[in-house]
């Protein structure tokens, strides 16, 4: 990757580049750890000059944070024209990609140890919040959703961060099987909120 | 209740008795207000003294959250001696009244905001691992767990705790509902371990 050392850079095109420096190290490292010196000196730039566009450590740590999860919430988009099992699919397996290539952010996020403040937690909400509604839209109920439904949408997310991680932990399971488990699971649980998924 | 105002007690009583105070305080609000000062004066004691016996507040916080967590531990507990079924409900219905009872504390420990810090999420960690590893040994299989049992018993630990966060926001389903919802989802996750529950 050609980092545009010493190049000049337009604001949005540096806060931009500065930002995916640091999700190239967060995908290695929890949040913590993604420094400010180490971002300047890949960019080329000085310290001085990265603290022009993120006044604040914290200020560019939710910035990537930020990026992170609007990645996640990309990476788990589906067509919406596919036939819904697909889509499940296809959302799953976004998901434990994202898991895997940026485990020790991942972890570290979830888990709390490293970097795991309030401003990081309102995030992790947030897009939690996004998958569910995404989620919920895609199951196109006519009319508003019952609060049962809702419920499990929002539990069975929790439940696949939850599996997520306990599939890291563990080597004996593979991909296509943790796949299948969670899309199981959803179509199960939300039978048992009156929605039936099966093909 | 007598605080014991004034009153001699040997050591081991009185933190007993500040933890039991911090309880107390906790099912009210966070554990960041949680305030060593009120604890003290609830004691009768001066603030001085109760660091005597908490080196620190995180010390006292820390205490604090390990008491809330055993206590959940214990009304999440059943009689081994009953069918699977009684068990299942009996400690579902022991979390929902946790929760619903510590709803303030509760949030703010699931949620991250407020007083949120990595040691009280380890003790959060520890405390799911003690409720799954309850759970796997009251399914009682035979033999070591099999990893997809283990990784449901773990997501549905964190599909429940999203729920009964769901619930305390939504006042248009009843207890009884969610019991029955979140029993319903242990059997049909099990299921897709392998493991019959139904009755």
Avoid: C
Avoid at 55 to 84: N, Y
């Amino acid at each position: 990757v050609a980092h545009g050392s010493r190049t000049r850079l337009d604001p949005a095109a540096r806060r931009a580049q500065l930002v995916g420096l640091g999700l190239e190290m967060l995908s290695t490292r929890p949040l913590d750890q993604v420094a400010i010196d180490d971002i300047a000196a890949e960019a080329g730039i000085s310290r001085g000059l990265l603290f022009h566009y993120f006044p604040t450590k914290r200020d560019f740590h939710a910035a990537v944070v930020q990026a992170a999860a609007d990645d996640l919430v990309d990476r788990t988009d589906t067509d919406p024209s596919l036939p819904l099992a697909a889509q499940l699919r296809a959302g799953v397996e976004g998901f434990l990609d994202y898991v895997a290539e940026n485990r020790a952010a991942y972890v570290a996020l979830l888990r709390g140890a490293g970097g795991g403040g309030p401003e990081l937690r309102a995030v992790l909400d947030h897009t939690r919040d996004r998958i569910t509604a995404r989620l919920l839209d895609r199951l196109h109920m006519a009319g508003p959703t019952p609060a049962r439904l809702w419920l499990v949408a929002r539990g069975w997310v929790a439940f696949s961060e939850e599996v997520s991680l306990g599939w890291l932990d563990h080597d004996d399971m593979d991909r296509a099987e943790v796949v299948a488990l969670l899309v199981d699971a959803l179509v199960a649980l939300a039978a048992l909120a009156g929605r039936d998924l099966d093909p």
